[in-house]
């Protein structure tokens, strides 16, 4: 099989690897078509934002993904965990948003401690895991090289898109930027994965990236703007265990009150949503991203994470 992903590469009916992708979606009413094609069985989270988007790659509605929450399911089965998923979507809180980035701000960078060494490594175990169930949809995985343009500049969305209309994700790799402050170090995220994914050895912190966009973002179409990403933790959160969760809350919830919220949120928000919080992201240029520190937030940073 190919390195590189190649859109005219045979897919079965449930769009994985080797099966025949649809070429997308040409118009709004097909879009409509496909996202309840894709949803299956399953009803979108209640208060779902759910806008037909014109995307630079044709049509798309955000919406359920079936074989995503199947292989979720499957996942909290085999793992012997009880999953009670969400089934709400919740607008994010900016006042508790902005209380959870000073938390952030003020949180200790002490990766030798104890307690967050121990979240940490359930973190990572569990992502690893996690990951196996993703590997078993046939999902497609390349990296942006240096240089290259973001294949998602014009919208996130598009990373949904590509998900769901072709099995096939694009990401940065770690090592290409992590963070603002890459000197930080100690994380047990950057060890290597063991595993080989798009033709390269992954770190934790890359398979983190592939297994929260598609469990967290894209399994329940929550999205990429404030909200989005607050409903992608708590959508993934219901999926680890409660050590791990403590730092599931950091490395997502965390971080990203801090970049929309945090000292530099109004500059941020403007650069990755414009005029348009909804359904668009303008790319990110001149965001500050949070610093990669390692620790665990106050316990209140977890609230709102259950229906």
């Given at each position: 099989?190919?390195?590189?992903?190649?859109?005219?590469?045979?897919?079965?009916?449930?769009?994985?690897?080797?099966?025949?992708?649809?070429?997308?979606?040409?118009?709004?009413?097909?879009?409509?078509?496909?996202?309840?094609?894709?949803?299956?069985?399953?009803?979108?989270?209640?208060?779902l934002p759910q806008p037909v988007m014109h995307l630079k790659d044709g049509w798309y509605q955000p919406g359920p993904v079936e074989k995503l929450k199947d292989a979720a399911q499957a996942y909290m089965d085999k793992a012997g965990m009880k999953y009670e998923p969400?089934?709400?979507?919740?607008?994010?809180?900016?006042?508790?948003?902005?209380?959870?980035?000073?938390?952030?701000?003020?949180?200790?960078?002490?990766?030798?401690?104890?307690?967050?060494?121990?979240?940490?490594?359930?973190?990572?175990?569990?992502?690893?895991?996690?990951?196996?169930?993703?590997?078993?949809?046939?999902?497609?995985?390349?990296?942006?090289?240096?240089?290259?343009?973001?294949?998602?500049?014009?919208?996130?969305?598009?990373?949904?898109?590509?998900?769901?209309?072709?099995?096939?994700?694009?990401?940065?790799?770690?090592?290409?930027?992590?963070?603002?402050?890459?000197?930080?170090?100690?994380?047990?995220?950057?060890?290597?994965?063991?595993?080989?994914?798009?033709?390269?050895?992954?770190?934790?912190?890359?398979?983190?990236?592939?297994?929260?966009?598609?469990?967290?973002?894209?399994?329940?179409?929550?999205?990429?703007?404030?909200?989005?990403?607050?409903?992608?933790?708590?959508?993934?959160?219901?999926?680890?265990?409660?050590?791990?969760?403590?730092?599931?809350?950091?490395?997502?919830?965390?971080?990203?009150?801090?970049v929309n919220y945090g000292p530099h949120g109004d500059a941020n928000r403007s650069a990755l949503y414009g005029n348009n919080a909804v359904s668009s992201n303008t790319g990110g240029s001149g965001v500050v991203y949070a610093p990669q520190k390692i620790g665990l937030?106050?316990?209140?940073?977890?609230?709102?994470?259950?229906?």
């Amino acid at each position: 099989m190919a390195d590189t992903y190649d859109e005219n590469e045979p897919r079965d009916y449930h769009g994985r690897w080797t099966s025949g992708g649809d070429g997308g979606s040409q118009t709004a009413e097909a879009a409509v078509e496909h996202m309840h094609k894709t949803a299956g069985k399953y009803a979108p989270l209640a208060g779902l934002p759910q806008p037909v988007m014109h995307l630079k790659d044709g049509w798309y509605q955000p919406g359920p993904v079936e074989k995503l929450k199947d292989a979720a399911q499957a996942y909290m089965d085999k793992a012997g965990m009880k999953y009670e998923p969400i089934m709400t979507y919740k607008p994010a809180d900016p006042a508790l948003e902005t209380k959870i980035a000073q938390a952030f701000e003020n949180m200790k960078h002490d990766p030798n401690d104890p307690q967050v060494k121990a979240a940490y490594d359930a973190l990572a175990k569990e992502t690893m895991a996690q990951w196996q169930a993703i590997k078993d949809t046939g999902l497609k995985v390349d990296w942006i090289k240096p240089g290259q343009a973001d294949p998602y500049a014009d919208t996130p969305r598009s990373a949904e898109r590509d998900v769901v209309e072709n099995n096939h994700w694009w990401g940065f790799p770690t090592e290409e930027g992590f963070g603002s402050d890459p000197s930080l170090k100690g994380n047990p995220l950057l060890k290597d994965s063991g595993e080989v994914i798009g033709g390269r050895h992954a770190s934790v912190n890359d398979v983190f990236r592939v297994v929260h966009d598609l469990f967290g973002h894209i399994k329940d179409g929550n999205g990429f703007t404030p909200s989005g990403e607050d409903n992608a933790w708590r959508s993934h959160y219901a999926m680890f265990s409660p050590l791990a969760r403590s730092a599931l809350t950091t490395e997502t919830r965390g971080q990203t009150s801090w970049v929309n919220y945090g000292p530099h949120g109004d500059a941020n928000r403007s650069a990755l949503y414009g005029n348009n919080a909804v359904s668009s992201n303008t790319g990110g240029s001149g965001v500050v991203y949070a610093p990669q520190k390692i620790g665990l937030l106050p316990q209140w940073a977890q609230s709102g994470a259950s229906d």
